[in-house]
C-alpha cells in the first residue's frame, strides 16, 4: 500500500520559484522498490509527465519542454519527493500530482502506468 500527499502549492509570481513536497507512506512495501514521478494537468488538457526520479540508481528524468526549470530532489530518511521549478510562467499554472508505481527505474510519463496518486496541489502563475 502506497499513499502520497502532495503539498505546497499556492500563488507564484511570474518568474519566481515553486517547491512542492510529496509525502510518500509505505505499508509492507518497500521505499526504494517504487519510483516517485510528477504530472500536471489544466482543465480539458491531459496529465502532463514533468519528471521521474529513479530509486535504483538515482537518475531523474525530466520532460524536455521543461528541462532547466525542473528540479527533484528526495529526502529518504522523511520519505519525501520534492519537485522545485524555478522561472515559473503563467502557464504553469496547474494542478501539480505525484504518482508512484512499483518498479526501481523510470519507464516515461504514460499516466496509466502509475498506479498511485496524491491528490493533487493547485498552482497558480501569477501578479
Known amino acids: 500500500e502506497v499513499q502520497l500527499q502532495a503539498s505546497g502549492g499556492g500563488l507564484v509570481q511570474p518568474g519566481g520559484s515553486l517547491r512542492l513536497s510529496c509525502a510518500a507512506e509505505?505499508?509492507?512495501?518497500?521505499?526504494?522498490?517504487?519510483?516517485i514521478a510528477w504530472f500536471r494537468q489544466t482543465p480539458g488538457k491531459e496529465r502532463e509527465g514533468l519528471a521521474c526520479?529513479?530509486?535504483?540508481?538515482?537518475?531523474?528524468h525530466y520532460a524536455d519542454s521543461l528541462k532547466g526549470r525542473l528540479t527533484v530532489s528526495r529526502d529518504k530518511g522523511k520519505h519525501t519527493e520534492y519537485l522545485q521549478m524555478d522561472n515559473v510562467k503563467p502557464e504553469d499554472t496547474a494542478i501539480y500530482y505525484c504518482?508512484?508505481?512499483?518498479?526501481?527505474?523510470?519507464?516515461?510519463?504514460?499516466?496509466?502506468?502509475?498506479?498511485?496518486w496524491g491528490q493533487g496541489a493547485q498552482v497558480t502563475v501569477s501578479w
Open positions: 504518482a508512484s508505481h512499483q518498479s526501481r527505474f523510470c519507464s516515461g510519463f504514460d499516466p496509466t502506468t502509475y498506479l498511485f
Open positions: 509505505f505499508t509492507g512495501v518497500f521505499f526504494n522498490d517504487y519510483v
Open positions: 526520479h529513479s530509486t535504483s540508481d538515482g537518475i531523474k
